[in-house]
């Protein structure tokens, strides 16, 4: 990956969760934000939406061009089948199709004729423009962020601004439902993953007080690993493990996060105590580089062959949660009480 692309893969995942690892430690502290609120009588508009930045936006219809200017939110709006025409993208890699698009929801996005607006980092108000879109969503956090263009975004449509780094796809759905009258998708997927995940764990029987960690494992380099009340880790909870968190001393971030600790190379070792590690944006490859760097060749889960890859993204969405959950069910090895002893 040429530098360029890999500065803004870093970006991307530290405010997001998007692509890879990168510098929390020179992330600048950020104005205090809300999680998002609509007053609305369901079926009715104009709503009026008071997005994460606590701006009151007014959307007199219900939308039918959406323009994303966040790659990181567009899954979310397709999976609640809003009207999105047109999206920003992120650079072509191992995350991301040759338009743009991440992997996990690039053919909706595809099928839909979503158009690729510009790749992060190249914001273009002309592109935009042309568009003619009803409603404008812009992240609040990351290198896909345009807060910065929130005043020449407005002139030309209603324009709302989210957070998808402080809270779960569930909440981010909810509140991308109410803004674009999709509340009832969002209400569906919800239900239809919770189901799901009580159907999986039913069939999984996972033994009890079997421990896991998740990590985007950087070899030699700073890692993050999920905490106990982040999304990911919620999720395999939800499958029937107990997900471990990274001891505070180990955690290098140097603002409060919920989702993920940031652990260096060299105490790894302390922090990935799980009986199974999964590894997150992986494949075959990265785990039997992960099993075979001798740093790491005492673990718990490594000395039990416990060392599993998974290929959805950094981001949680609807349609990373409906592709871990199909590992689950069609490609995850079982575990047995006498592989954790």
Known sequence: MRPSLSRIAVALFISALAFSLGSCATTPAEPARDTGTAAFDVGHWPRTFTDSMQNTVRIPAKPERIVSTSVGL???????????????????????????????????????????????????????????????????????????????????????????????????????????????????????????????????????????????????????????????????????????????????????????SFVSYQDLPAALTGDATFLLAANKKTAMEFTADESLAQLPSVQSGSVFPLSAPHLLDYYAAQEILDYFEHDFPELSSSELE
């Open 74 to 260: 567009t899954g979310s709006l397709l999976a609640l089948d809003a009207p999105v025409i047109a999206s920003a993208t992120a650079p072509e890699g191992p995350g991301a199709d040759r338009d743009g698009f991440f992997k996990h929801w690039a053919d909706v996005a595809s099928a839909r004729k979503v158009d690729p607006l510009y790749e992060v980092g190249k914001f273009d108000l002309e592109e935009i423009t042309e568009q003619k879109p009803d409603l404008i969503i812009v992240a609040a956090t990351g290198a896909d962020s345009e807060l910065g263009k929130i005043g020449a975004l407005r002139k030309i449509a209603p324009t709302i601004v989210l957070d998808y780094a402080d809270k779960d796809w569930n909440e981010l759905s909810k509140l991308l439902g109410e803004a674009t009258g999709t509340e009832d998708k969002a209400q569906q997927n919800t239900a239809a993953v919770a189901e799901r995940i009580s159907t999986l764990r039913a069939k999984l029987s996972i033994p009890s007080g079997t421990t896991a960690s998740l990590i985007s494992y950087a070899a030699r380099g700073t890692s993050p690993i999920a905490k106990a009340a982040g999304p990911y880790a919620q999720l395999l909870s939800g499958l029937g493990f107990t997900m471990v968190s990274t001891p505070k001393q180990f955690d290098t971030s140097t603002q409060p996060r919920e989702d993920f």
